[in-house]
């Protein structure tokens, strides 16, 4: 009877009640229990194993792949152990550290000629731990962003080193340098201090053309104008200066590369604008083309190419199989802008050369380079002893058979011609 009164179901105000078991709980897994998320305590036990290691960077390596590995969740506090290896203690949201608390042994207290050997430790450990690697490029874009707050001038710079060490090692990706162009890394130089020092161990350790590479992969401006403030600081010449003063002749070098493309982008630009413009001034355009050579801003062979291929690249010819003549007419206008550009006889020779050389580019162009060259030599541009010159030594590689052969008939009507003159002379 009692056996059947506890199957049955005890009924009352109408429900019917499931029997239970009185004294019972029912217990969690413990593969379903979650375990408190403590970065903290993580925190102060990384800390504590850097500190009874001290700053042995060999030491560092073996406790982080042997204890921590070992004994502590890395995988789930990947994070909190970057912060502490970077900055000694863990970044909070908007760039403080957390508590206060902060050990020395950290990338931002090292000594500059360490920063290399310390470096080696993320590398080592990325090659022995890849599940690691996004995460440790997820962190310097963070310090980056933050680092107007967590970091000093000195301890940005001792990031920039590192940043620059494990881009070279293909261990982070360049894209996390876009944020530098953010406003709030631009006050205070806080971006330059960076990039300053990136670009420096960078170029102790590879050259200017892999650097660029880099820069260009990051989405960054070759000239570095976006990582300047705005205002006097972001003109080429302030940059230029600034790197001078720090030492870094390649890097003023490459500003001043900078400064002669963007010249010469706005100096082709211009000459766009004067050529296709049926009514231009000849005197307006001639005073420009002096002031831009007489400031330096370009050079007078590049001024005459820039020129020359404007007027070729502006007409119906320059889509056409074949360049007619009007082509010819077109560029005789320009004579006495040529003349009045064309001081000396090497100019006139590498004017030649650079009309050979854009003949030879241009297809089209190819059968009427001596065309071309009479048409100068008729409007006193060019003159016999230049062109002789040319013929004979002074002509560029560039397909220079075929020119020479075009050349060959008016060269010696020029050798003839001066012998004539002479004899003449002489009676």
């Known amino acids: 009877k009692q056996w059947y009164q506890r199957r049955v179901a005890i009924t009352a105000g109408g429900k019917t009640l499931k029997p239970t078991l009185s004294g019972t709980r029912n217990k969690t897994r413990k593969r379903d229990e979650k375990e408190r998320y403590e970065p903290a305590v993580f925190r102060d036990a990384i800390i504590t194993g850097l500190e009874d290691v001290g700053n042995n960077h060999d030491q560092i390596l073996r406790f982080l792949c042997e204890t921590a590995t070992g004994k502590l969740d890395v ?126 161990t960078w170029l102790q350790e590879r050259d200017m053309a892999s650097l660029t590479s880099t820069l260009k992969k990051a989405s960054l401006d070759p000239s570095l104008q976006d990582i300047f403030p705005l205002g006097p600081k972001r003109s080429l010449d302030h940059i230029e200066q600034y790197f001078q003063d720090q030492g870094i002749e390649q890097m003023v070098q490459h500003v001043r590369s900078q400064r ?63 360049v007619p003549d009007d082509f010819i007419k077109e560029l005789k206008q320009y004579c006495p802008l040529f003349t009045a550009i064309i001081q000396s006889a090497k ?25 071309v060259i009479f048409m100068l030599y008729n409007g006193n541009v060019l003159e016999e002893d230049s062109i002789v010159q040319w013929y004979k030594q002074s002509h560029s590689t560039k397909g220079k058979t075929q020119f020479l052969s075009q050349m060959e008939k008016m060269v010696h009507w020029l050798e003839n011609a001066e012998e004539e003159d002479s004899d003449s002379d002489e009676e």
């Not at 801003?297 to 074949?322: K, Y």
Request: charged share 25%.
């Open 260 to 322: 002669a493309n963007n010249n010469r982008k706005v100096f082709m630009a211009k000459m766009k604008m004067f050529i296709n413009d049926d009514e231009h001034n000849s005197a307006e355009l001639a005073n420009y083309i002096k002031e831009q050579i007489d400031q330096g801003r370009v050079t007078t062979p590049l001024a005459l190419h820039i020129i020359f291929s404007t007027i070729a690249n502006s007409g119906e010819w320059a889509s056409q199989e074949t």
């Open 75 to 200: 995988k789930r506090y990947g994070e909190v152990l970057l912060d502490v290896l970077f900055v000694g203690g863990i970044i909070a949201a908007g760039g403080a550290i957390e508590g206060g608390v902060r050990t020395d042994i950290c990338l931002g207290k090292q000594d500059p000629d360490d920063v290399k050997s310390y470096t080696n430790i993320f590398i080592q450990f990325i090659r022995r731990y890849k599940w690691l690697q996004k995460s440790l490029g997820e962190e310097i874009r963070k310090i980056i962003m933050v680092m107007r707050v967590c970091l000093d001038d000195n301890e940005r710079g001792l990031l920039g080193s590192a940043t620059a060490y494990l881009l070279i090692e293909g261990i982070i990706p360049p894209n996390l340098l876009s944020g530098l162009t953010q406003d709030h890394l631009l006050k205070d130089d806080v971006a330059v201090v960076f990039a300053t020092s990136l670009f420096r």
């Open 347 to 371: 100019l006139q020779i590498e004017f030649m050369n650079k009309i050979q050389e854009f003949c030879y580019d241009n297809i089209n162009f190819l059968k009427v380079f001596h065309k």
